[in-house]
């Protein structure tokens, strides 16, 4: 061991003793007396300084700063031990792995979300029936086209009026408001792409401007390279499509964005499947099990600083409730957006898997929301951005409108359930533009990267204080027990 730590010192120490041996030979070789090279192995005064910069000055160029990331990591580990040991001091063992289990089996009658989740199906078949008499001519257009809009409107109504209406579970509540705002974008989708190729078969769009996705067999991976995995399954073409086995395979896809055909992996790997699977059960305890030992206690204790208006105790709250609700967040994205969605779609063989973009390196607001949610990013981009500029909207102008829409879904998604409208959701999205161009503006680089992350970091839980203090202190006193 000894040997091998020598071997290395003496290694890393090879240029300096090059150095070193250089300077004695030129002193050598100034003035090579007879009795002198008897001592040439000791030589008291070669060269020691020279010019050169301290690592930390810019101009050293020096940037290699592995081991204070290291020292980072350690650091977080500590703290973190620390905490968890003054959490489980504090409160005990509060994590109940089938606690969702007993809670809903307890009281069985308080399912009604899975009911209206379900009638969700009925407002599919309208669309899909639609556009069969739509391209069959058996009703004229216009009245084609205002039943749709009506059926859409309706998917965004009628679970609103049934979630608000009917007791249920928050988050029973909150996913069923998620689903019917899936299926919305969704059915939107279907109908523009379906329209588009009517039009397209009367002559209304032009052919020059259609690009017919499905007669491109190769079309769909050469970004990727992915080209070999995708199978050549028959591709479908209009009217062909409207079928409820089509139909069905987008409802349940991993996207928003209605194509004829999907880029298709030739088999399901069983091993993938296996681990995403597993990802998904054991990270959905791993929330689970967050939420009970770490975010609601805090929560609990903000109950008393948001009714006294005790404003430093509650930014104290705020900033101990960002730790675990971004540690959930991050968590959340990675079982959703990986696990889950390639599970789904390994199951479909759904070949194109890009559900997110490297958003942790976003140097500016504008490129997080690029990035983040892929789905999302690009049912937006499709139906609503590049529509709105092809129709003389400015970019800047249509981006604000996107916006304003995901304001309202946000609003929407998280209103309803509570019962109470406040807006701060709504608000918050909207805020992203003036954020957005003020990062893009003052702050570059690693700078317009953390900014990104303090208003990931800073911004949700300030909106889950807002709500919960709305929700509990205000309208429900302070009897808060947890969100079941
Ligand atoms: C509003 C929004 C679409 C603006 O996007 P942007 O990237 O700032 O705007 P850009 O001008 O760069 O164009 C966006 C896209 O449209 C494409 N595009 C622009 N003009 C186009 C045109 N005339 N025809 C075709 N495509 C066009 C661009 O190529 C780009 O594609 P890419 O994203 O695949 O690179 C984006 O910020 C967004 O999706 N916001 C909402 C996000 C959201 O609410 N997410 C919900 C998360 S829960």
């Not at 070669?46 to 000055?57: E, Q, W, Y």
């Not at 969700?120 to 669309?127: E, G, M």
């Not at 009506?150 to 998620?178: D, G, H, Q």
């Amino acid at each position: 061991m000894v040997l091998t730590r020598n071997t290395k010192s003496s290694s890393r120490k090879k240029p300096e003793r090059e150095e070193e041996e250089e300077s004695r030979q030129e002193e050598c070789s100034s003035s090579p007396k007879p009795d002198e090279e008897k001592n040439s192995l000791r030589v008291f005064d070669h060269r020691i300084h020279k010019p050169r910069d301290s690592l930390f000055s810019s101009s050293s160029g020096f940037k290699d700063y592995r081991g204070f990331l290291n020292l980072a990591v350690i650091l977080l580990i500590l703290s973190n031990t620390r905490l968890l040991l003054e959490n489980i001091i504090k409160y005990g063992i509060l994590v109940d792995p089938i606690q969702w289990l007993t809670v809903i089996l307890k009281d069985p009658h308080r399912w009604p979300c899975l009911t209206v989740c379900m009638a969700s199906n009925i407002f599919v078949v309208i669309a899909l029936k639609m556009e069969q008499m739509l391209y069959q001519r058996s009703i004229p257009e216009k009245l084609g086209v205002a039943i749709l809009i009506l059926n859409l409107s309706a998917v965004l109504i009628f679970p609103a009026v049934a979630v608000w209406f009917l007791p249920s579970y928050l988050l029973a509540s909150f996913c069923t408001m998620i689903l019917y705002s899936v299926v919305f974008l969704k059915l939107v989708s279907f109908v523009m792409v379906n329209r588009w190729y009517r039009l397209e078969a009367t002559g209304r769009i032009s052919s020059l401007h259609f690009q017919h996705p499905e007669r491109q067999r190769t079309h769909y991976d050469h970004n990727t390279h992915t080209v070999k995995e995708v199978s050549s399954s028959p591709q479908v073409s209009y009217p062909d499509n409207l079928t409820l086995k089509n139909m069905y395979y987008f409802y349940f896809a991993p996207t928003l964005c209605y194509e004829l055909n999907y880029p298709r992996t030739p088999k399901i790997r069983k091993m993938f499947l296996a681990k995403r699977i597993l990802e998904v059960l054991l990270l959905t305890q791993v929330e689970l099990a967050l939420a009970q030992q770490w975010l609601l206690p805090i929560m609990q204790n903000s109950v008393e600083p948001l009714r006294d208006s005790d404003w430093s105790k509650i930014v104290e709250r705020l900033l101990k409730l960002a730790l675990p609700n971004h540690i959930m967040w991050i968590i959340g994205f990675y079982l959703i957006f990986h696990s889950l969605m390639n599970a789904v779609a390994e199951v479909m063989r759904f070949a194109d898997r890009e559900f997110y973009r490297q958003w942790w390196n976003a140097e500016t607001v504008k490129d997080f929301w690029r990035d983040w949610n892929m789905p999302v990013h690009r049912w937006a981009v499709r139906h609503l951005f590049v529509p709105l500029v092809d129709n003389g909207f400015k970019k800047w102008q249509a981006a604000c409108l996107v916006f304003l829409v995901s304001a309202f879904f946000h609003e929407y998604i998280v209103s309803v359930p509570l019962r109470i409208f406040r807006l701060w959701s709504f608000m918050g999205m909207l805020s992203q533009i003036p954020i957005a161009a003020f990062v893009s503006r003052y702050l570059k680089g690693p700078y317009g990267n953390m900014a990104v992350w303090m208003s990931l970091i800073i911004g949700q839980p300030l909106a889950i204080l807002m709500y919960f203090h709305d929700y509990y202190v205000m309208a429900r006193g302070q009897h808060f027990k947890s969100f079941a």
